[in-house]
């Protein structure tokens, strides 16, 4: 790994840590209110955001930054970070430790490397995703520095599989696994990646709960299929804070064929 990757990969890192450190002492402890599109805030996320944007600008001079919590229009930079600085807020302040600290490095408007941080489980995974961006990247998916992979396994009844609790239409008698609700988005497709569920749809992410986990779930095998618009690249000048990516993810693209039939009974 050259020096380029090797910084951005510490920075992710060290960064998540101190601002995951902080949030663990607020963890359960805060009172959230509702924002205009009926999710959740605290005064945890705002400064996790203003913490993390403070550490990019002093670090990657010129590089855009993309927020949940503040800036959601695509400056159009080449490099651009995409940050959910508290992915889960529900959980984070009912005391579930499910939630996660989301980072995406975009270029031009393509995530090529993402990192999310889940403190209360002491899970950080990475990964690297070149596509067809021309870049020349490491490659896998990581989770605590181990290599992962999405799993292999033919569709049981003794797997897993995650909805949203947007997306609980799709569940009919003959489902063919066995049902989770995480609620986090990021933490929902990390699963596909790690090899402990087959898949997952998540009815109304934001480009920031995608970011980070759209390169870890591909570089780790898994198969993922945008519901709706296609995500990236990211359109300079658009405003993202209304615009949500209907997205199923997979193990394998083998097992597709099995779990596209309940995608009717969504309401997109």
């Known amino acids: 790994m050259n020096d380029f990757w090797t910084t951005i990969l510490d920075f992710a890192e060290t960064t998540t840590t101190r601002v995951g450190k902080q949030l663990m002492q607020d963890f359960g402890k805060v009172q959230a209110s509702q924002k205009a599109d009926g999710s959740l805030v605290t005064r945890a996320d705002k400064w996790a955001d203003q913490e993390i944007q403070d550490a990019i600008a002093s670090r990657f001079s010129g590089y855009g930054i993309l927020s949940e919590e503040s800036d959601k229009v695509f400056p159009g930079t080449e ?93 009919q008698t003959d489902f063919p696994c066995k049902i989770r609700m995480l609620g986090v988005a990021s933490y929902n497709f990390l699963t596909v990646a790690t090899g402990a569920t087959l898949g997952g749809i998540e009815a109304t992410p934001k480009v920031w709960d995608i970011a980070g986990a759209w390169v870890i779930v591909q570089a780790a095998g898994g198969s993922w299929t945008s519901l709706k618009d296609q995500p990236f690249p990211l359109s300079t000048g658009e405003d993202y804070s209304d615009r949500s990516f209907p997205t199923l993810v997979v193990s394998s693209p083998e097992i597709l064929p099995v779990f596209t039939p309940f995608l009717k009974h969504l309401n997109l």
């Open 79 to 171: 490099w651009c970070w995409v940050i959910d600085p508290l992915d889960g807020t529900t959980n984070f302040t009912r005391g579930l430790p499910i939630w996660s600290i989301s980072m995406g490095l975009l270029y031009k408007g393509t995530p090529i490397f993402g990192y999310v941080y889940v403190p209360p489980l002491s899970q950080a995974f990475h990964g690297f995703w070149a596509g067809d961006s021309g870049l020349t990247t490491p490659s896998g998916a990581f989770l605590n520095h181990h290599p992962i992979h999405s799993s292999n396994d033919a569709v049981s009844k003794n797997h897993f599989f995650n909805l949203c609790s947007r997306s609980t239409s799709v569940i």
